[in-house]
């Protein structure tokens, strides 16, 4: 992704706190195209939901541009960029997981697919993915 | 004319990658019958064993949420699109403020 797109996830991620803040991204061709800046349902700094209107928003938008969804992002304001337990439990999309960690400066961006024998398991597998930021 | 029912990422494994499939117009539940009839294994990933709709399965007609509509009995007309949106949520919340007792 960008340096432009990745700055613009940080920056919502930034003026989330102390909540974590949550997000997608659009994807073309396999490249992150558009970061969606969404509303965190839960208003916490310790967990976040996607609010399903607005995520039913963004699938719209997606299809509109004929664009995929590359991946869903949140941050993480205490703790590293690496999947929680909750994260695990929870994830249900077949894509990339970003955590954007603002413990340390600069951001922390890493990517994460989740691997479940049933998409509601409540454990899985993590396998990264590599996070490539151009012109960085 | 008929239904389109999109599909989310996670179940795109039991459609051979399709993102949008056409259904015949009927209710919720006559719907899911027939992608179940079609992909095998689909009912069980959106009901549970009770018949009602998977608890992190949310499913709009249009930008209709069925849950204040008509549920499963929720009808569909030709032309429609049908969203099966999976929750997406998670967090931090194992580490250490979680353990101060913040609120989830």
Redesign the interface.
Same mark, same amino acid.
Do not use: F, G, K
């Given at each position: 992704m960008s340096r432009a797109l990745a700055d613009e996830m940080i920056e919502h991620c930034r003026a989330g706190r102390p909540n =974590?803040a949550?997000g997608?991204l659009g994807a073309k061709g396999g490249d992150i195209v558009r970061v969606f800046k969404m509303a965190n349902a &839960?208003s916490?700094? !310790? /967990? +976040?939901?996607?609010e $399903? #209107?607005e995520? &039913?928003a963004v +699938?719209n938008a997606l299809?509109d541009q004929g664009w995929d969804?590359g991946g !869903?992002f949140?941050s993480?304001?205490?703790?590293e960029a690496y $999947? #929680? $337990?909750? @994260?695990i /439990?929870? %994830? #249900? =999309?077949? !894509?990339p +997981?970003l955590i954007v960690s603002l413990a340390t400066e600069p951001a922390a961006i890493r990517a994460w697919r989740i691997v479940k024998s @049933?998409? %509601?398991a409540e454990t899985g597998d993590i396998e990264e993915v590599p996070v490539t930021i151009l012109g960085s | 004319m008929s239904v389109a029912v999109r599909i989310p990422t996670v179940f795109r494994k039991l459609t051979s990658g399709e993102a949008r499939v056409q259904v015949a117009p009927g209710t919720i539940g006559d719907l899911i019958g027939q992608l179940e009839s079609r992909y095998p294994g689909f009912k069980q990933q959106v009901m549970g064993d009770d018949g009602s709709l998977h608890r992190f399965i949310n499913v709009y007609v249009n930008d209709e949420d069925i849950r204040y509509i008509g549920k499963l009995e929720t009808e569909t007309a030709e032309g429609d699109t049908v969203s099966l949106l999976p929750s997406v949520a998670g967090g931090a919340n194992d580490g250490a403020i979680a353990e101060q007792g913040d609120a989830l």
């Open positions: =974590e949550c997608m &839960l916490s700094p !310790v /967990r +976040y939901s996607l $399903p #209107s995520q &039913l +699938y299809d969804l !869903v949140h993480h304001t205490h703790t $999947p #929680s $337990p909750t @994260d /439990r929870l %994830a #249900s =999309e077949d !894509v +997981y @049933d998409w %509601a | -």
